[in-house]
């Protein structure tokens, strides 16, 4: 099915600077293994974040299990990282693929941000959390950032991060999504507001956890030696390496649209309807609003893809009613992740977006009545 309004229109670099990109590569023949593309994709990537390093990847699930081996060694199934249901389930497989058992927090009906009393309830009654893997859900810094990181330095355990959809998001404080806890991952998917196509970065401080991952992505072969871990191929090549340098190039103006198009849903919407608090710090790569109730919700999404708009609901279904993790254990009730399931729908946001489309979007929420 096709729609008047996509899910997504990701805005991809003028082809002619492409091309000029494409010739370099060919006449290098240099197609991948951190060539010189990559290597100065990384180096923008930290640049703009303002890390010392970042690794590039070939998307953001292969960075979360380089991120949680290079962390934390293999895996014991005994030992448990701490993640939100209401997220990607590629947080939750990867800690599975590192060799750990997901171990599900609930979130707070605000941010719909994974809930930090639940997680320091989690990790004093428990001697078996070997990490946090904390999501910036929508790409919306954690606003209880800091306590974070105090929980986690209190317990001794790493804090990692999924801020896959926040590249260009800021925290409370103004800083950049990217520089909390030991690292952050992000993705450059099509569907993300920094998108490539396929890829991924992990931005950190620690040159050891970043030569950790480089190896890792790299078969955790040593010249002379070859493999001396578990790796496997995780590399970015020179073309969407290439295209990543020419989106940083237009970022700044990208975000500032994006922003604006949020702002124009926010100044439309109807009473009872909100949006998680701290979206407008993000870099909106949607926006997920919060219907007064499930019936309206329901309505609402209906609605949208009956005018032609392809409407979502993110996260739902959450990853611990997912047949995959249905059986995996949680810290505690899963009650607001599952209230609030049930009353979130996603429009898009365009780079650019027709008023047109945004108005589209307003008058069906408008019509969707008790
Ligand atoms: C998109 C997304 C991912 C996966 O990113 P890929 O680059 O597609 O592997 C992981 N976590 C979250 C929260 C995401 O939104």
Redesign the pocket.
């Known amino acids: 099915m096709s729609f008047d309004v996509p899910f997504i229109l990701p805005v991809l670099p003028d082809s002619a600077r492409l091309v000029e990109d494409y010739e370099d590569i060919i006449s290098s023949n240099w197609f991948t293994n951190f060539g010189p593309k990559e290597r100065a994709f990384s180096a923008a990537v930290a640049g703009r974040i303002g890390t010392s390093g970042a690794v590039t990847f070939t ?6 299990m380089g991120l949680i081996r290079g962390a934390l060694g293999p895996g014991e199934r005994a030992s448990h990282i701490l993640v939100p249901s209401f ?2 389930a ?2 939750p497989a990867a800690i599975e693929w590192a060799g750990f058992t997901p171990l599900f927090v609930d979130i707070e009906p605000e941010g719909l941000q994974p809930d930090i009393d639940q997680a320091y309830t989690a990790l004093d009654r428990r001697d078996d959390i070997a990490a946090i893997l904390l ?1 910036n ?1 929508f790409g919306i810094g954690n606003s209880a950032i800091a306590r974070w990181e105090a929980l986690a330095e209190q317990h001794g355990i790493p804090l990692l991060i ?1 801020s ?2 926040g590249f260009g998001s800021d925290y409370a404080d103004g800083s950049p999504v990217g520089t909390a806890g030991l690292a952050e ?1 992000f ?3 099509a ?2 507001p920094f998108a490539i196509g ?3 970065a992990v931005t950190t401080d620690d040159p050891r956890l970043a030569s950790t991952m480089t190896s890792f992505q790299n078969f955790a072969f040593e010249p002379g030696i070859g493999a001396t871990a578990l790796g496997l191929n995780g590399k970015l090549a020179e073309i969407p390496a290439a295209i990543g340098l020419r989106q940083l190039e237009r970022f700044d103006a990208a975000l500032h649209s994006r922003r604006e198009v949020l702002a124009r849903y926010r100044a439309g919407i109807g009473d009872g309807w909100g949006f998680p608090d701290g979206i407008e710090r993000s870099s909106v ?1 949607f926006a997920t609003i919060i219907a007064p109730d499930r019936s309206r919700r329901d309505t609402a999404l209906s609605s949208l893809v009956a005018a032609g708009v392809e409407a979502r609901a993110y996260y739902a279904p959450v990853v611990h009613r997912q047949p995959m993790f249905s059986d995996a254990p949680r810290a505690g009730t899963l009650a607001v992740t599952e209230a609030m399931a049930d009353r979130v729908v996603s429009v898009p946001v365009h780079e650019s977006m027709a008023p047109a489309a945004i108005g589209r979007v307003l008058d069906v929420l408008g019509t969707v009545t008790a």
């Open positions: 998307n953001a699930t292969i960075a979360l997220t990607f590629a947080g999501c859900t999924d896959a959809a991952v993705s450059f998917h569907t993300k396929e890829g991924g790569c």
